[in-house]
């Protein structure tokens, strides 16, 4: 497996936050994403997808074009590519806003990624998402920074939480109720723990 992070960039709305590129990583523009990028002054090293959301197609960057009736978003198709090349960390970028039933399948796909084994995060302009399966998520962030905690499917058991303003220990978090939302971070350390199933997190800049 590869040791660097898979950025995947979407059509969505987009921030550059974090999005920090070093050697050994690799960087996949999903469609309309490479817009977003190229306006940032960043050269995608892959650009994939069925580009029927791009200006125009640039010249000098690869691409690998699939045709529009297909089963797979472009955000899909790139952590398929990704995860071919070895990568086992992803971080998502431009997949909130316009559409939120893209918005939704992108979310599944980062709970179905983390049940694969692999680590992913988004990053939105609101924030930060999480995908936690079996296992623990750190945070350090700001005194009342917003975090919210779902289950997107099945049951999650075994959740605690430290430094949070309404604790869990050991609760149960199910797919049909949202038991987790809009809790605070109490101090600047936090923790998230799920024993067994998969948990997406949602910490939030605004």
């Not at 960039?9 to 050994?24: E, M, P, Q, Y």
């Not at 796909?109 to 998402?129: C, K, S, T």
Request: hydrophobic letters at 40%; aromatic letters at 8%.
């Amino acid at each position: 497996m590869k040791k660097g992070i898979c950025f995947i960039v979407g059509a969505g709305d987009f921030t550059s936050r974090h999005l920090n590129i070093s050697s050994g990583d690799l960087l996949l523009a999903a469609d309309g994403g490479y817009d977003a990028l190229h306006q940032q002054g960043y050269t995608p090293h892959i650009l994939l997808g069925d580009m029927d959301s791009l200006g125009s197609l640039p010249r000098y960057v690869p691409r690998i074009v699939f045709p529009k009736k297909k089963n797979d978003t472009d955000v899909s198709l790139a952590l398929k590519y990704g995860r071919k090349k070895g990568f086992e960390r992803f971080a998502l970028y431009g997949i909130s806003g316009g559409r939120p039933d893209h918005f939704y399948a992108n979310l599944q796909l980062m709970a179905a990624y983390a049940d694969m084994g692999a680590r992913v995060r988004a990053v939105i302009p609101e924030g930060e998402i999480y995908a936690l399966r079996n296992g623990v998520l750190r945070l350090d962030e700001p005194k009342e920074t917003v975090v919210s905690i779902f289950c997107p499917s099945g049951t999650a058991k075994g959740v605690c939480t430290k430094g949070l303003m309404y604790p869990l220990r050991g609760a149960e978090l199910t797919s049909a109720f949202p038991l987790g939302v809009s809790n605070e971070v109490a101090d600047h350390q936090a923790s998230i723990l799920v024993e067994n199933g998969t948990l997406l997190v949602f910490v939030m800049k605004q």
